[in-house]
């Protein structure tokens, strides 16, 4: 469980390496996924399975999972948690509410990121830094930093039911974490990010997880 270790040790991670089975949806999550496309619908059954597992394992009880006005997951009362799939590869996370206050987990598979699509996804800042980088490492990063932004929209839309461009949050790397720069949350809300290449090195894996607490070092490790 490799994303797992991204995360706080009061969350609960399941991955799923393969592709889902929608016969796994209980009712009411099958009948979110109308007009879906089957590897959509798979996808969708493959996250709906592991929250469920990763839910037992905090002790809640099964229910179905609905789907949000902004497409998130509506967590059990008193748990949080997120979902990400790529290619192959799928993971859920969830935590009791207060032991933080909401998290985001994302996976890509690694893919070149060309200088267009940077300029679209990343402030000047991220551009020089990545371009600072030895060329192998420019792809991995650039996937990472994307993920990351990805993460940290996750964990932050339920807080805020905001929609984010891209370039309003800037990131900075460090060997295993990373720091929001301009985070749009209340200064009372601290939050981490930490990432991590799993797969053979094909995936990357980004967490961001919100805490109450400053001084909570059991999440994700400081940047
Ligand atoms: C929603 C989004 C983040 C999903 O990321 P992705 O890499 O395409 O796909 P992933 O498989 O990793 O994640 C999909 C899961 O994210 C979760 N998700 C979707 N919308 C969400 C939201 N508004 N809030 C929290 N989680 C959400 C869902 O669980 C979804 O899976 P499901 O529909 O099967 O339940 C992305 O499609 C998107 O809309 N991004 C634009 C917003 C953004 O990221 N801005 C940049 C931030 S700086």
Sequence with gaps: MELAELLPAAAACRE???FGDPATLLAAEAEC???????R??????????????????????????MGA???????????????HTAGYCAAAACRVGAV??????????????????????????????????????AAMACAMFSAKESYFKC???????????????????????????RNLDSRVHV?????????????ATAVVATSDPEDVSVAAPF
Aim: aromatic share 12%; hydrophobic share 45%; charged share 25%.
């Design 41 to 66: 619908l798979r996808e969708f059954a493959a996250g709906r399975y592991c929250a469920r597992l990763a839910l037992a394992d905090l002790g809640a009880e099964s229910a179905p999972l609905l």
């Design 33 to 39: 996924t109308a007009g879906f496309a089957i590897p």
């Design 156 to 182: 932050t839309f339920p807080l805020t039911r905001r929609f984010l461009e891209f370039k309003e949050v800037e990131l900075r790397f460090g060997a295993r974490s990373f720091a929001v720069l301009n």
């Design 101 to 138: 206050v909401s998290l985001g987990i994302d996976a890509e598979r690694i893919v070149a990121v060309d200088r267009s699509e940077r300029q679209v996804l990343f402030c000047p800042a991220e551009i020089d830094w990545l371009e600072s980088l030895a060329s192998p490492e420019q």
């Design 16 to 18: 799923l390496w393969g």
């Design 192 to 204: 981490r990010g930490a990432y991590r290449f799993m797969g053979g090195h094909d995936i990357v």
């Design 70 to 84: 902004g497409r998130e997951p509506l967590w059990p009362t008193g748990f949080t948690g997120s979902i990400t």
